[in-house]
């Protein structure tokens, strides 16, 4: 594990990683000692396409700076179809949450086999750097609510 | 029309085609059409009303009012036949139950831009011929026709009724439609000016939810923003961030089902642009997915419930466009 700077901005990554490979995956990447960055917090879940848009605004709402939601790749899914509906889903939440202003590198969709460990950390490791570029998330905030 | 509509309605009342009729009255003010239930001659006679400011889209009514006993005669214009698709698609209503006459289209008037002229206490608004007369306490005024139409008829999509039994007129055609215009044009703002335009936009919004309860999309019976638990139920804006996600979930939920009928921009009391956003989803959908357009038909997949093996990558959003 990287150990943080605490002076460089480090951004929270929210990670939604199915069961079935990605998590798997994840698994792999720990068990030959691959490095990802701590600031990746994963949460399992059976199928990607488990992943309802609430989960995703949830996540930026607690304080999220990037989300990225990993799967089996296209064909492979557990349950047969799930990630291909997973991809029409999150293609279209992604692009709303980019019409609404969040910049579109906070958001990532990524197939990542069992067998990936290495793809799984290099993934991780490229996201978190890609956010870390754009800074803290600028939130979905209501004007009203604003402190002065 | 109006007096057509009233013979037709009697007609299909007394020979017990229909036990009732779904239409419009006047409310407090001349320019208040409110939806309403007929079940006689005299009824209609007293109260239907159908001119310039009958905009509001019946069709939601029939979830409850075609479950009912007897046949229910409803008058829809084009965009709400649509609608009513939609609804017979996803099993809402029963449509064996529903007596469709189709009535021409707008354009329909929007009282807010009237006022917006600086005209007050309006008793009657008259068009002669495309030029408005409206009587105030004031004394008269007069402003051109097409400078109050409703946003929603300026970006009409289709004069052409999808679904009907009978027609009182002659059926339009669909048009093309300057509807994803303003879409476009957000779409070439940079993120940030995006940003800033929705956030001073959803700010203004009070969570009266009458965008949810007059969409004929939304008729779940247990709706998410309903569940106490949910943590995003109706309330007042104590949190910085539920507004945002009642409306980016909702227009999720509606996403390949709205069949932009325009009535939820045009019911909503702050005047936010929601429909900017179920076009979004429409753009993104049409061009990602292939032309669809909800309602059109009660037989096609909707496009969430759906999918090709080789669709695009969800980072085709990152591949495209400006910044
Ligand atoms: S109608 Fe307007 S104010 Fe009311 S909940 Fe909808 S967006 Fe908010
Ligand atoms: S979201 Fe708005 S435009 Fe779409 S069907 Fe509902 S009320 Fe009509
Ligand atoms: S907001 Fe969603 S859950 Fe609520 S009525 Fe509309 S579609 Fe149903
Ligand atoms: S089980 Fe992995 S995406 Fe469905």
Redesign the interface.
């Given at each position: 594990m990287q150990v943080n700077d605490n002076k460089e901005f480090q951004p929270l990554i929210v990670a939604f990683c199915c069961n079935w490979c990605s998590y798997a995956g994840a698994d792999l990447s720990g068990t030959n000692r691959l490095n990802y960055p701590t600031n990746v917090k994963i949460i399992r879940v059976p199928c990607s396409c488990r992943v309802n848009p609430m989960f995703i605004l949830r996540a930026f709402q607690k304080g999220a700076d990037g989300v990225i939601l990993c799967g089996c790749h296209p064909g492979d899914c557990h349950y047969t179809s799930g990630n291909y509906f997973t991809r029409r889903r999150m293609t279209l939440l992604f692009s709303m949450l980019d019409f609404l202003g969040i910049e579109r590198d906070r958001t990532r969709v990524e197939w990542v086999s069992a067998a990936e460990g290495a793809k799984f950390a290099a993934t991780m490791n490229e996201f978190t750097e890609a956010v870390k570029k754009l800074g803290p998330n600028r939130r979905l905030e209501d004007l009203r609510c604003r402190k002065q | 029309m109006q007096e057509a509509m009233i013979n037709k309605a009697k007609q299909l009342l007394a020979d017990g085609t229909v036990s009732r009729v779904i239409g419009w009255k006047r409310g407090e003010f001349a320019y208040d059409i409110t939806p309403a239930v007929f079940e006689t001659a005299e009824e209609l006679e007293k109260d239907f009303v159908f001119d310039d400011f009958t905009s509001a889209n019946v069709s939601k009514y029939l979830v409850k009012e075609s479950k009912k006993e007897g046949k229910v005669l409803v008058f829809l214009k084009p965009c709400d036949t649509y609608s009513l698709n939609q609804l017979t698609k996803e099993h809402r209503v029963d449509r064996d139950n529903i007596y469709v006459v189709g009535i021409p289209g707008g354009p329909k008037l929007d009282i807010e831009k009237i006022k917006a002229k600086g005209i007050t206490g309006i008793t009657s608004v008259k068009n002669d011929n495309f030029t408005l007369k409206i009587e105030t306490l004031y004394g008269e005024e007069t402003m051109p026709f097409y400078e109050a139409v409703l946003d929603k008829c300026a970006s009409c999509k289709s004069k052409k009724h999808v679904t009907y039994d009978e027609l009182i007129g002659e059926d339009g055609d669909t048009l093309e439609s300057n509807r994803f215009d303003m879409v476009e044009q957000?779409?070439n703002m940079t993120?940030?000016?995006?940003?800033?335009?929705?956030?001073?936009e959803?700010?203004k919004c009070i969570r009266c939810n009458a965008c949810r309860n007059v969409c004929p999309a939304c008729t779940c019976e247990n709706c998410?923003f309903d569940n106490p638990a949910s943590g995003i139920d109706n309330k007042a804006?104590?949190?910085?961030?539920?507004?945002?996600?009642f409306h980016?979930?909702r227009?999720?939920h509606v996403?390949g089902r709205c069949t932009d009928c325009g009535e939820c921009s045009r019911v909503c009391p702050q005047h936010i642009p929601l429909h900017l956003?179920n076009r979004?989803?429409i753009k993104?959908?049409n061009s990602?997915?292939g032309e669809y357009q909800a309602g059109a038909d009660t037989t096609s997949r909707a496009?969430?419930?759906?999918?090709?093996?080789d669709?695009?990558?969800?980072?085709?959003?990152?591949e495209r466009g400006v910044?």
């Open positions: - | 957000l779409e993120s940030q000016e995006r940003y800033d335009f929705w956030r001073s959803l700010s998410v804006p104590a949190d910085s961030f539920e507004e945002n996600m980016i979930i227009a999720f996403a956003l979004k989803f993104d959908i990602l997915y496009p969430l419930t759906d999918y090709t093996a669709d695009c990558e969800a980072s085709i959003v990152h910044e």
